[in-house]
Every structure is written in C-alpha cells, then in structure tokens.
C-alpha cells in the first residue's frame, strides 16, 4: 500500500535529528516526527499488543510502552524504512512480557473496566451496553492467539486486509478465513457462556 | 441450500460474503436470520469496543510525545548497555525463532551477552563473544535435576535424579540459520532407600525425544514401550519444565550480572565465574535468591556450567545443572533419527475425522448399551471392554455362532477399531486425559477425554455428550482443574 506523506525513513531520519535545520519542513520537528510514526503505526501495535498478551484493559499502556521502547532505540534501527515491522516487534516483545506478568500475578484481581474509558453520564443504556462489550472482550481472552490477534487487526487496524495479513504471516483469503474462525468461535464462546450463566440462575 | 455454518455466518456479519450466494440464502431462511443477528450483534459489539479504543488516540499521542520529551535525545550511534533486544535486533524473525530453538547457543548468547553487560567490560569482549556463538555449528550439554525429599513418617528420605543428555547441530556447516537438529534422552532414577537404608537405582523414566530440522518430532517411551509423533517443534513452545526452555528463556528475562566469582578449575578447565540475578526470567520462577551461578571457559568465550537451586521452603530441595558443555563436535547421524523401535503401540492420537468418528461411535455405542456411562478402566483395553458391552446387550455364555447375525453383535464389533484407536491414544497418560469414573453422556459439558492437537499446540476436548471442539490449554485447565500440571501447552 502507497504510503501518504512522508516515508517512514523520512520520519525516523527527522526524529534521530537534533537540530530544526536538518529536517524536512514537511516533516516537522523531531518531536513531531515521532509523533506521525505514532499516528501511522498505533492501531496495529495495539492490536499486536493486545492479541498477544490478551490483555484488554492495558492496551493502551502497552503501545505506549512500545514506542517509548522504539523511541529510545531509534539510533540502531539499521533500516529506518522498516520501523513499522520493527516497533510491531517491540509491540510483541511488549504483550509477550505483560503475559508472563499476568501468568505470575494470577492470584491478583484485576477489573478490566477499571481502565477502559467510561462516563457514567451516558445513562444505563449505555453501561449496559459497556458491560456487553465487556463480555465480548473477556471472551476475547480465551480464542487462540492467532484468532485473537486477527480479530484485533481487523478492527484497529481499520480493516486493512493486507497489511493484517502480513502481520499475521497469511495470504490475504488466509487471513479472513482466520478472522471467520475465529468470529465463530467467539460467538459460540460467549453464547455458551451466557446460557451457563443462566444455568446458574 | 443447507444452513449456513457458523463460520459462513462470521462471513456474512463481517461482510466479506458481498456479491455470494450466502448472503441471498440468509434473506430467505429465518433460522439463520436469528443465527446472522447474533453473529452481527457481536461483531457490532467489537466493533464499538475497538472504536472507544481508538478515541483515545490523540490523548494517547500527547501522552507520548510528552514522556518522550523528558527522554534523551535518541542518537544514530547510541549503545546502551548491551541487553539481548539490542543482539537479536540484527537477526530477522525466523532467525530469532530459530535462536529459541538452539537453546543452549542462545542461552549462551543471552548469559554471556548479561556476563558481559557489566560495564567496565570492553566492547570487543562482546562482540568476540557473539562472533563466537554465531559460528557454533552444533552442541551437546548434559542437564541434571537432583531432587532430595525431606523425610516422611519415619521413612528415610527420597533421592531422584533426573538427566538428560541434549544434542544440537545446525543442518549443515556454515548454514546461518538457526535451525537445528535437536535431540534428548532422558533418563531419570529413584534411590529408594531400603530397610539398611542402601540405596538402589530405580528407572523412573526413559525416553528420548527427537525433533529433526522442521520435520515431525517423535517421543519414544521405552518404559512403557509406545511411541508418539508430535509437529515440528516450534521454540516458543518447548515445555516449561525442559532444560532447553529453561536455557532459552534466559532470553527473555531481565537477568544481570550480580557477582563475579572469579577463576576457578571447572571440568578440567579454568572458567571464569559469574552469579546471575534471574528475578522475573519465566524460566526460573523459583530459583533460590533469583540467582543462577555461570561458568565461562575465557579461551573460546562460551559457557561450560550453570547451576541453579530451586527454593521450595527446604523440601524438596531441587538442585539443577547444566554439565559438560561441548561446542562444535561432530554429532553422528543416528542421534537424530526418528525411527520407532519394533513392537511399540504408536499412541500418537488421531488427527483424520474418519478415525475420530471411529472412537465416539464406540463410546457412544458403549453409552447406548450401559444406561448412558463409559467403560470405567484403569487401563484401557478394547478387548475388556467389548465383552462388557456383549454382556450389556444380553450376549452372555460362550460365543455363539447365530451372534454374527445379530444387528447389535454386529455393531459391537464394528466397534473395534474405534475402541483399539482410544486404548493406544491412552498408554500416554501424560498427554492424555479420559475421565469416565465421573463423566457420564448426561454430564454433557463435563470433559470426557482429550488429547493435544496435531496442528496448533492446543487441545481437543470430548465432552459427556461426545461433543468436541479445539480449546487452548488454559481453558482445558478450567475445563478440567485435574490437567493442572499436566498441561503444557499455553500453560505456564
């Protein structure tokens, strides 16, 4: 896919800068640079960061962690054309961590909604209607990583067919037949678990 | 048109089926309507999810640009101190997966690469170390786990030792991947004390495991004499409890050199030594005061010993090595050949649908004829449990000759191939799990058997009613808090 704008290297080059002079004006300062890479290349770190560490309600801290990771390395990316690769392998690097941390401090209770945005002055409604998409996402939790992260990709990714199946290693059909997998078995996840809920009711 | 299933229904919800005949069939048939609304519902309800997300993002942006304002200034030629993400950034993806599975070259990378962190080190010490490690072409190392029980109601006190004896080479010289043969016998011995309190050797355990470059692996019980074939070993999914996994997950934890232990005389040769804190390495959860002593041979810059004491409150005390170090020797061939020895059931399990129908066939007909249970065995055996099934269905007495006539005597032993198929899956209890003394095909979500799936590293679960799906160890766990232990993909 053409990128618009400037090219990745051109923004890596702009943000290792240390004076103004030295970039491109359409780049901007380093700063802001950085800053673009960001807006290009987030929604795939978070939904990398997200379907590998399964982790919901540190998505957030997660991509920003990788950036900051990215920032500070920036001198030894070798091929600055390939910084979305490179900071999705930091992304990975990043889920991966906040597994295991997650695995060793099982016994520690964690209310994933506590950290996703929530007004409470939208209404019931619409709490009731947070508290499903809650379901949905602990549900989430459970599909195989694989099927977790093409679920993620497909919808932070806006869609990008192409770009998620690269990620995910698969041809294009490959990647929708995992995503197809993989919305299927979370439905039938969350359908079983509210009949058990009702059972137990 | 028959109904849509559920993934065609996934299709139709995520609108990718546009301009198919799916789509069409929906419109005219209600049940699947009902069926698509929920599917739509949910993709709805991931959609919106994503979405709130996503709002965050220039708060998110700012957030960042902020905290990087506080960063120094990123320079082209910066070197930090080394740490094992800056070594492996120079490797492409499948070398570094490929780094996983050597192991010990990698834990010798990643120790060394921590040894050498220390920053009053010269560089070129570093670089001569990875230049080192990058030219191995094969290694052997024997892995030792010594475990003494604390005495029980008087009895004198239990000593196991488990060793394995691992070789690694890369499929041919000068190949810059990664990628290895890789294979392990594994022994271990109890020393039981007897009444004099002398203690005799008993095998415990025998095995090998063989897993040739990217080729099916197999696992041969020379104890119990069967067999199993397993995928290509990927490294992220080396057991917990091997000594490769251990090595490799050096990798990925944030290890640093605590102490220098100086010169000493180590297997023959003068080694250098290093204490290693290992707080937070997944690979060594409980190792004693998070440390892990290293011992380096200075002349080639690779290691020659690591040891380590697991901290279980004193009992067991659990004492693991890693002896006997050999870098770049000729391996022969036949260490790495997978082939089964003669007589020994294949227990690899079923992976073909016609053979799996097999075996819920037998079961079910089983349930059918017992009031809905399944053969309660210790041990699985097709022939026992065919004659509790002709004893079920009222052939009782010595076999008759108008039996063979009979619809229900011909269903019985139709049944043979599907029940042999369960007891060879069952010799491996390790990697297997049948819970007939507590399921019945009432208990419907209750998990009857499973066994790893081929494919993926997951698990594939039978349910009470016979039902079976692909789940991921974790679940499996939930599912069925027995396999707790047991299970080790996904699980750590």
Redesign the interface.
């Known amino acids: 896919m053409e990128t618009i704008g400037p090219k990745d290297a051109e923004l890596v080059a702009a ?2 800068a ?1 004076t103004r002079h030295t970039v491109e004006p359409a780049v901007g300062c ?2 802001e640079a ?2 673009q890479l ?2 290009r290349h ?2 795939k770190v ?1 939904a990398v960061v997200a379907g590998v560490s399964g982790d ?1 309600s540190a ?2 801290d997660m ?2 962690e990788s ?2 990771r990215a ?6 990316l ?1 091929e600055p054309q390939k910084f979305g690769s490179w900071v999705v ?1 930091i992304a990975r ?1 990043v889920g ?2 906040r597994r ?1 941390s997650l ?2 401090d099982r016994h520690v209770f964690h209310d994933p909604r506590s950290t ?2 929530a007004d409470s002055t939208d209404g019931e409604a619409a709490v009731h ?1 947070r508290d ?3 379901r ?2 602990e549900r ?1 939790a ?3 990583a ?1 099927e977790r992260m093409a ?2 990709l ?3 990714a806006q869609r990008n067919a192409q770009e998620a199946a690269e990620l995910v290693g698969l041809s294009r059909s490959g990647f ?2 995992l ?10 996840l ?2 079983s678990r509210e009949t ?1 809920v009702k059972t137990r009711r | 048109m028959e109904h849509l299933t559920d993934e065609q229904l996934a299709r139709v919800a995520l609108g990718l089926a546009e301009g198919e005949p799916l789509a069409g069939h929906v419109a005219g048939c209600a049940a699947c309507q009902a069926r698509l609304d929920k599917v739509s519902r949910l993709t709805d309800q991931l959609a919106a999810a994503h979405a709130e997300v996503d709002q965050t993002h220039t708060a998110s942006r700012e957030r960042l640009l902020a905290a990087i304002q506080q960063e120094p200034q990123p320079n082209r030629r910066a070197e930090t101190a080394f740490r094992l993400a800056s070594l492996l950034g120079g490797l492409n993806m499948r070398q570094r997966i490929a780094l996983g599975g050597v192991g010990l070259s990698t834990a010798a990378v990643i120790v060394l690469t921590l040894v050498f962190a220390n920053p009053v080190r010269e560089l070129s010490a570093m670089e001569r170390i990875v230049k080192a490690v990058r030219e191995v072409t094969s290694c052997s190392f024997t892995w030792s786990n010594r475990i003494t029980f604390a005495p029980r109601e008087g009895k004198p006190r239990v000593i196991r030792v488990q060793t394995c004896n691992v070789y690694w080479r890369a499929p041919s010289p000068g190949n810059e991947q990664w990628l290895g043969d890789l294979a392990a016998p594994i022994k271990c011995v109890q020393l039981d004390p007897d009444a004099a309190g002398l203690r005799k050797p008993r095998l415990r355990t025998d095995i090998t495991e063989v897993y040739p470059t990217g080729k099916p692996g197999i696992l041969i019980n020379f104890l119990d004499k069967y067999y199993f074939w397993t995928p290509p070993l990927p490294a992220s999914e080396l057991p917990r409890v091997s000594p490769m996994a251990m090595l490799t997950a050096v990798r990925d934890g944030s290890c640093e050199v605590i102490r220098e232990l100086g010169t000493r005389q180590i297997e023959g040769r003068e080694a250098r030594g290093y204490i290693l804190n290992v707080k937070g390495a997944p690979a060594f959860p409980k190792a004693k005061g998070n440390e892990v002593e290293v011992w380096v041979d200075p002349a080639t810059d690779l290691p020659i010993q690591f040891r380590f004491e697991e901290d279980n409150g004193g009992d067991p005390i659990a004492v693991f090595r890693i002896t006997d170090c050999r870098w770049n020797i000729k391996l022969d061939d036949s260490l790495f050949k997978t082939m089964p020895p003669d007589g020994f059931v294949n227990s690899t399990w079923p992976t073909k649908r016609a053979k799996i129908d097999e075996i819920v066939s037998a079961l079910r007909l089983y349930a059918e004829l017992s009031g809905g249970k399944y053969p309660k065995l210790l041990k699985f055996d097709r022939d026992a449990v065919r004659r509790q099934m002709l004893e079920n269905a009222g052939f009782n007495g010595p076999p008759q000759a108008d039996w063979a006539k009979k619809k229900k005597f011909q269903q019985i032993e139709g049944a043979m191939p599907g029940l042999q198929q369960l007891a060879d899956v069952l010799v491996d209890i390790w990697h297997t799990g049948y819970y007939a003394d507590k399921v019945t095909a009432q208990d419907k979500d209750n998990v009857l058997f499973w066994w790893p799936d081929s494919v993926d590293r997951k698990y594939v679960v039978f349910y009470g009613d016979l039902r079976s799906e692909v789940i991921p160890g974790p679940k499996l766990v939930e599912l069925e808090p027995s396999t707790e232990g047991l299970v080790v993909y996904g699980v750590d």
């Open positions: 943000a290792l240390t380093p700063r950085f800053g960001y807006d987030a929604r978070r919901w998505v957030e991509t920003q950036f900051l920032y500070r390395n920036l001198g030894r070798r392998g690097q991966r961590e295991r695995r060793r996703v945005v209607q499903e998409w809650q949905v996402i989430l459970e599909l195989p694989e679920v993620h497909h919808f932070f929708y037949a995503l197809q997998r993989a919305v299927a078995r979370l439905t039938s969350v359908a058990r």
